[in-house]
């Protein structure tokens, strides 16, 4: 009775926070030394049989004419030693269309391919869109007493369902069982999630309820998935309904089912459906847990309901799942968002005096706030002391406080900045890179710029086009075109070369800088150089013109 009263009491507070808004192995015994393949991106050891001369012969011979398949050439005379060998080959040298009509040739003669080839030729097939000879080899393998892995299955139900064959997936799935290789939690998490993405919701419901009484097991993950997709696109109420129709067949919600339903509506904006849900789990007796409710909290803070949030956080304050730091990282988070700095301090405050610890996550969420509102020497405080407040400060700490005060123009401090990481024993990336570099050609210090892309190139950091592109115009708005020659070179001799039609818009760029002249230096001194080819300048010059 207890129990009831608290579940109880608990709905009435909920709900109107959430209606505000409206294998089997085969026995069949190869007749050849053991081998793994490598093949269609599955690594497999080789260990591959010495084939004698003659079988060398006929496949130089295929090699040198491939219509010898289509009329089945030599190999309607070989033995199955013989064409598992050759089998084994076409694989190893990518030959997939061949050895499937080999496979096709073999079947005629009464011949059992290598199982192991017969995998690797499927996937090969698959990944070339060719189902239906895909569908083919596995056909002979399990008439040839083969049994397909569970991975090439479901990577035929997959491709299948993608080009909405659903009969033909449903087939074969009823095919699995029988072969020896039954479905698992993705062959029917494939079709379902298929059937509602064609429309075909009342198909998706009968389909799972026929697999559960031919003794499919009641996989929870499935049974999850069936509910939230119901749920999704024909309402909570209808999910509802199936959620009771399935308690008939041995299919019972979780807290999980129910977790995932609440993230659902709340994705949706449907806090509607979000209070139906809530009360159907509490109907059975069932608490939300944390994850519910930050689940819950995460969407309300996303559309800024704030006044909800709080009422949410005070029924977590007095019931068993109390706020984590999940939880406040989760409200600071959508405070920022919101531009709202002050209540985002206010929580931190609170996250404290309840006895949390704030982690880095919780400070650089507020840096990334303060930075983006110009607040840099706040944020400085902040980075400052944490090494008191027990965090270390990691490489995205450091990045967006930088990326921070050039945007403010402070490249000073930035630059320090930069120094004090180096010291600390934490590396930049190219981020916080591109961001000194894009600080300094704003502030026109292109040299120092200069330098910090000569660092990169030095420590083999990635420069990009518009990297490049900034510094370069910087260059040749300062007079100094030989340079940015040197820095086009530069980006020549990487591994991202640009095409002409770059080198041409650069050019464009600097003469709409109001570079006329630098402009047509530069655009002779690539073509003095090689770099762009006379002919192909004639539209630029025209432009500058």
């Known amino acids: 009775m207890e129990h009831n009263h608290a579940s109880h009491c608990t709905f009435h507070r909920l709900l109107p926070v959430c209606q505000f808004g409206g294998s089997r192995k085969s026995e069949v015994e190869f007749r050849r030394s053991a081998f793994v393949l490598r093949c269609s991106g599955q690594q497999r050891s080789v260990c591959i049989d010495k084939v004698n001369r003659s079988r060398r012969d006929i496949w130089r011979g295929v090699q040198k004419n491939p219509l010898w398949l289509s009329f089945d050439g030599p190999f309607v005379d070989n033995d199955a030693d013989s064409n598992n060998d050759i089998l084994e080959s076409f694989c190893n040298n990518g030959k997939i269309m061949e050895a499937s009509n080999l496979i096709n040739t073999m079947a005629r003669k009464s011949q059992i391919p290598h199982f192991p080839n017969c995998i690797n030729i499927i996937r090969g097939l698959i990944n070339m869109n060719r189902i239906d000879k895909a569908s083919d080899v596995l056909r002979v393998m399990v008439m040839s007493g083969g049994v397909p892995d569970i991975i090439t299955y479901n990577m035929l139900v997959g491709v299948l369902c993608k080009k909405r064959y659903l009969k033909t997936a449903i087939d074969l799935l009823e095919d699995m069982s029988l072969s020896g290789c039954p479905p698992d939690v993705i062959t029917y998490n494939t079709i379902l999630r298929s059937m509602f993405d064609h429309g075909h919701y009342d198909q998706a419901i009968s389909f799972w309820k026929d697999q559960l009484r031919k003794g499919c097991p009641a996989y929870l993950i499935t049974y999850t998935v069936l509910v939230e997709l119901v749920c999704r696109h024909c309402g909570a109420e209808r999910a509802m309904e199936v959620m009771e129709a399935m308690e008939l067949e ?92 002050d209540r985002a301090v206010d929580y931190l405050d609170r996250m404290v005096c309840r006895g949390y610890s704030p982690d880095i996550i919780t400070y650089n969420t507020l840096l990334g706030a303060l930075c983006k509102e110009g607040m840099t020497d706040d944020a400085l405080d902040i980075l400052h002391s944490l090494g008191n407040l027990g965090c270390s400060p990691v490489l995205i700490t450091y990045n967006t406080v930088i990326d921070g005060l050039t945007r403010q123009k402070d490249m000073e401090k930035a630059m320090s900045l930069y120094k004090e990481m180096i010291e600390k024993g934490v590396s930049p990336d190219d981020i916080t890179y591109r961001s000194l570099i894009w600080g300094f050609c704003r502030e026109d210090l292109v040299l120092e710029a200069v330098e910090i892309l000569r660092e990169m190139n030095m420590r083999n950091y990635r420069i990009t086009t518009s990297m490049y592109t900034v510094v370069i115009e910087g260059l040749c708005k300062n007079n100094q075109v030989d340079l940015g020659i040197e820095f086009l070179e530069m980006m020549i001799s990487s591994s991202r070369k640009p095409s002409e039609a770059i080198y041409a818009t650069l050019v464009k760029g600097v003469a709409a800088s109001g570079m006329r002249e630098e402009a047509i230096m530069l655009q002779k001194k690539l073509i003095e150089r090689k770099v762009l080819k006379e002919e192909s300048m004639l539209e630029t010059q025209v432009a500058l013109k």
Do not use: A, F, Q
Request: charged letters at 15%; proline letters at 4%.
């Open 250 to 341: 041995g299919c019972y919600p979780d807290i999980v089912t129910y977790n995932s339903l609440v993230n659902s509506t709340c994705k949706e904006g449907n806090y509607g459906d979000t209070g139906v849900v809530i009360l159907n789990l509490l109907s059975r007796g069932m608490e939300p847990n944390v994850i519910t409710y930050n689940t819950l909290l995460h969407g309300l803070c996303n559309r800024g309901y704030w006044d909800e949030v709080d009422v949410i956080l005070s029924i977590m304050i007095e019931t068993s799942s109390p706020p984590t730091n999940i939880t406040y990282n989760i409200l600071i988070n959508g405070l920022c968002k919101h531009g709202l700095l």
